[in-house]
């Protein structure tokens, strides 16, 4: 199973590393290998929460996560996204942003951490919807009892995550955005730019998440109106319809899925800049870290790992909050990708010996 699942993650690390050392020698294979395991302990959360959502997709779907899908997300986001940042930022086209990245790395990272500001602001703002309107779903599985009650009950008001997520942005963009630093710019551009991304990000959940819920919604109605007509023996001309509508919830789903991954792989591309800010090294090290993510991610559902710890998904959640508020945090202030890594494994590392525990009571008094 093991074997199964993780396989291309295996054939992408030898190749990953070969590549690594042609391109620049042993010390390469170093550099390639510390990107890996960095982008990995970042996005144990990601796969986590990945996971929730790809065990509602079928096998076909699955599949398409693991090839398409991680095509996306390793030539996308690491590769593609840091030149394109770049370009945006400096007003370059993407052609002078490659040379620049190839020719001159200093200048390249000097513009990267310029855009930092705006890159956060919307990864946090996508991230911080995602824990919000978890931790105000009522739900009949809780962690943490003693929080998640009071807020399961607060989650009945209308727009209350969308209401929170625009507060902590303005005071985000009124605090951290007015007094981060920007070449050539001022204070108040700099909190406009701030506030625009979080919006931007704010928006891109509300659009992705509300197409895929709205197809899901759909998807289930057409399944259990199948049904009913299986029993009363109706004509079978309609059991077509389903699969176009699985289609579209799952393509929605995928879509998810992939600004999901976006967003957690900005704290890993970022990061990735105090290892080096080589992009070929880097594409190569966050690349196969993120097939690792991928593949975990299918061996999570496969194994059913999240019906039996029924806590991990509580935990992987925590983290995405603690996660959204350290990129806010960090326009203006750096924090060390260790401690940013450490606060998702710590978070995860308690709710999977809580489902532990939880598991042994149950066994205990059966």
Known sequence: MIWKTFRWAFAVTA??????????????LGIVAILSVLEISLSFDNA???????????????KIFLTVGI???VFGMRLVFPVVIVAISARLSPWNAVHLALTDKDRYQELVTDAHPSIA?????????????????????????WLERPL??????????VCIALIVLLVSATTFGAHAHQHGGTHADKAETVLLAGIAGLITYMVVGGLSGFFEQKLEAEEEREHEAEEEAQ?????????????????????????????FSFDGVIGAFAITNDIVLMALGLGIG????????????????????VYLEHGAHYAIGALSLI????????????????????????????????????????
């Open 71 to 73: 095509v996306i997300a």
């Open 152 to 161: 399961a009950k607060l989650g009945s008001v209308d727009m209350l995550s």
């Open 121 to 145: 602001a919307f990864g946090g703002m996508f991230l911080m919807m995602i824990f919000l309107d978890f931790v105000f779903e009522d739900r009949e599985i809780k962690w943490l009892g």
């Open 327 to 366: 990129l806010l945090v960090t326009i203006q202030y750096q924090i060390n990708e260790i401690i940013t890594g450490l606060v998702g494994v710590v978070l995860i590392g308690a709710s999977f010996w809580s489902s532990v525990r939880r598991n042994r009571a149950l066994q205990t008094t059966a």
């Open 48 to 62: 986590v929460i990945n996971a929730g959502i790809l065990k509602k997709m079928n096998a076909f779907w699955q």
């Open 235 to 263: 004509r079978a001309g309609r059991r077509n319809a389903p699969v176009k509508l699985a289609g579209k919830a799952a393509f929605f789903m995928f879509l998810y899925l992939e600004v999901l991954d976006a967003s």
């Open 15 to 28: 190749l990953g590393l070969a590549a690594g050392v042609l391109y620049d020698g042993w010390t390469a």
């Open 290 to 309: 993120a097939m690792y993510v991928r593949s975990l991610t299918v061996y999570l559902v496969r194994q059913g790992t999240l019906d039996d710890y």
